[in-house]
């Protein structure tokens, strides 16, 4: 499988009240490109930092190092982005690479000739290491929030706005990214309404987010997240607010909406039986280090770490059957 992220060594310490607190410790791992993969381990394990890295939504408090490289197609509107709505990463916090054309950067030369790229690799390059010395470059081109990534937080409260329609909300991603015009962009807002099953479309697009339920409004958030036609979909614990229903409804649709455009899935989640029911692979996290990486199946049939064990065995004890059957089924 052709990767679409490679992150390596990277490490992430936030700044509190004057003291430093280490989220991820040198966390190495490839994301193929049309994979469902998760990220699982307790609260505070680092799974939640992780995502916000990938998708440069890091707070200002958050220093990062080591490096995030893409492998991303190329846009058809264009490279570079609107500074306004450049994801938040400043110059001294890590290096995120772009590369094109699908092509790892150390096979750009052997596959095509870098002159031919519209992309190099160098001029998808984000930020320098400025605290060593190093150049200082401008950003040219990063992979971009809303339109190469789209994010689904949990609360779907805090990341809807309450004063907009939903269905400006979703246009508005569209008109942005896409080019569309207005009117082309509320065809698409309906439109992905339908995809994410909100019972009457046309009432919903002009429905305020107050007026919708939870799982309603997550799928309007997950509208709103795909409407660019993202190549990469973060789910960050996106139905740990849902009851149990709604969650596995949601958890359905994320992956028929995954499978249908072909989107690689990261999926963060505390539930080892919800990540074995969605992910190919899985990550476990432990206090900001990667513990174990492997294929569901192996995760939950021989798990090679104490940790992984743990949380399989805090599950099996609440509920056998399910995590077992879904396992299986996920493959
Ligand atoms: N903005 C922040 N400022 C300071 N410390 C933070 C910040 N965000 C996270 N942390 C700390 O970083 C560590 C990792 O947090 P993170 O939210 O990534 O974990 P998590 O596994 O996603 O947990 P949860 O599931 O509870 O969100 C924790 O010790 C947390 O307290």
Redo the contacts with the bound molecule.
């Keep these: 499988m052709t990767a679409l992220l490679s992150i390596r060594d990277l490490t992430?310490t936030?700044?509190?009240d004057g003291s430093e607190?280490?989220?991820?410790n040198h966390v190495s791992l490839d994301v193929s490109a049309g994979e469902r993969f998760a990220i699982i381990?307790?609260?505070?394990?680092?799974?939640?930092?992780?995502?916000?890295a990938v998708a440069g939504l890091l707070?200002a408090?958050?220093r990062i190092d080591g490096r995030i490289d893409w492998f991303l197609p190329l846009s058809p509107f264009g490279a570079k982005a609107p500074p306004s709505v450049l994801p938040d990463i400043s110059p001294a916090r890590g290096e995120i690479v772009l590369s094109s054309l699908l092509s790892p950067i150390t096979d750009v030369g052997e596959n095509e000739p870098s002159t031919e790229l519209p992309i190099s690799p160098l001029a998808g390059e984000m930020s320098g290491r400025t605290e060593g010395g190093a150049t200082e470059r401008q950003p040219k081109f990063t992979p971009l929030g809303g339109r190469d990534i789209g994010f689904v937080f949990q609360d779907p409260s805090a990341s809807l706005d309450p004063v907009m329609a939903v269905g400006e909300q979703i246009a508005e991603v569209a008109h942005t990214h896409l080019g569309l015009t207005w009117s082309q962009s509320y065809a698409r807002a309906k439109a992905l309404l339908e995809r994410v099953r909100l019972p009457d479309p046309d009432a919903a697009l002009r429905a305020y987010p107050h007026q919708l339920s939870g799982g309603q409004k997550q799928r309007v958030a997950i509208a709103a997240a795909i409407a660019a036609g993202p190549k990469l979909l973060i789910a960050?614990?996106a139905t740990s607010a849902l009851d149990t229903i709604v969650q596995a409804e949601i958890v359905a649709l994320i992956r028929q909406l995954v499978a249908e455009d072909g989107m690689t899935l990261l999926f963060?989640s505390?539930d080892i039986a919800l990540a074995a029911e969605l992910a190919e692979r899985i990550a476990v996290?432990r206090h900001?280090e990667l513990v174990e990486l492997g294929a569901t199946a192996q995760i939950v049939a021989s798990p090679r770490h104490a940790y992984t064990r743990a949380l399989l065995d805090a599950h099996l004890g609440l509920d056998a059957e399910p995590l077992l059957q879904q396992s299986g089924a996920s493959r």
């Design positions: 992430v936030y700044r509190r607190v280490a989220a991820l381990g307790e609260s505070g394990s680092g799974k939640s930092t992780l995502a916000l707070p408090s958050g960050d614990e963060v505390h996290f900001g």
